[in-house]
């Protein structure tokens, strides 16, 4: 297979402190730093948030804004994607970073359990969402955590509230969401391409120790890999992973395994239909 696999890392996320890994990147500063080896390592998207001094999530605009020009600067033609997960805030502040027009952001279009409570995606903030989406010129990551949420994907595409093919990711591993199956993972991929077609870009992503199970089921599938700190800080039960660019690595020797070369910048941007940088 020579089709070229996008590597997305997910950097920080809402959860992972520095009491859970010291590698985890919490200022801008430490976050630029950490996205730009994991880019030199590989990775053609970075997924991320933004926390507060005191390592708490936050939707803060004004902090998206210096991350972004850090990026720029020293991940030149990385695809930066925000998101609008809801653990950074409530209602409409999840997308109060979008006017900055990123060129990705996720789009959660649908409720699901968590650990300890519900992610909720109420269809109004969703609408929303998208809408701003729209009219920013941003490209949607759709997280399925679910199947009903490809299938609103579906929806949203008819109904043109989605622009062009959509990306979706399937998020697995969750504790009370969907668990690591690989029928279901089957079906899944079944489904994107039964609605979007048989070449529609599609992503995984693994939670914790099923990190490494999800990027090798994706790579060896013709899809494209998510990988981070947000999702596993770990390499193994007995070590942490040093750095977002281990995990970036790790997956590219995956990529070599199953002879798909890793995407660069522009054929990541190609793949998806985003302009070149």
């Given at each position: ?180 199956d690989r029928d279901v993972f089957d079906y899944y991929?079944h489904t994107v391409r039964r609605l979007f077609g ?80």
């Amino acid at each position: 297979m020579t089709k070229p696999c996008i590597i997305c890392v997910a950097i920080t996320g809402s959860l992972p402190t520095k009491a859970n890994n010291p590698a985890v990147p919490i200022s801008v500063p430490e976050q630029v730093e950490s996205t730009q080896e994991a880019f030199e390592a590989g990775a053609s998207i970075v997924h991320a948030h933004v926390r507060n001094d005191d390592e708490t999530p936050s939707s803060d605009p004004e902090t998206f804004a210096r991350l972004k020009e850090g990026l720029k600067k020293h991940c030149p033609g990385m695809i930066i994607q925000f998101s609008t997960g809801g653990r950074s805030g409530a209602g409409r502040t999840r997308g109060g970073m979008l006017p900055l027009r990123p060129d990705m952001a996720s789009l959660s279009v649908g409720s699901n359990n968590f650990p300890t409570r519900v992610y909720e995606n109420p269809p109004d903030l969703v609408d929303w969402l998208a809408a701003e989406m729209v009219e920013h010129d941003v490209k949607p990551e759709i997280e399925a955590f679910d199947l009903s949420h490809i299938l609103k994907a579906k929806e949203m595409s008819d109904k043109g509230q989605l622009v062009g093919t959509p990306y979706v990711q399937f998020v697995m591993g969750v504790k009370n969401a969907m668990p690591v199956d690989r029928d279901v993972f089957d079906y899944y991929i079944h489904t994107v391409r039964r609605l979007f077609g048989d070449d529609a870009p599609w992503c995984a992503a693994g939670i914790g120790r099923h990190q490494l199970t999800l990027n090798d089921w994706a790579i060896s599938s013709g899809g494209h890999a998510r990988t981070g700190l947000e999702d596993n800080v770990r390499l193994d039960r007995d070590t942490l992973a040093p750095s977002n660019a281990a995990l970036v690595r790790r997956a590219a020797e995956l990529c070599a395994k199953y002879d798909r070369p890793v995407a660069t910048p522009a054929q990541a941007r190609d793949i998806l239909g985003l302009a070149a940088a």
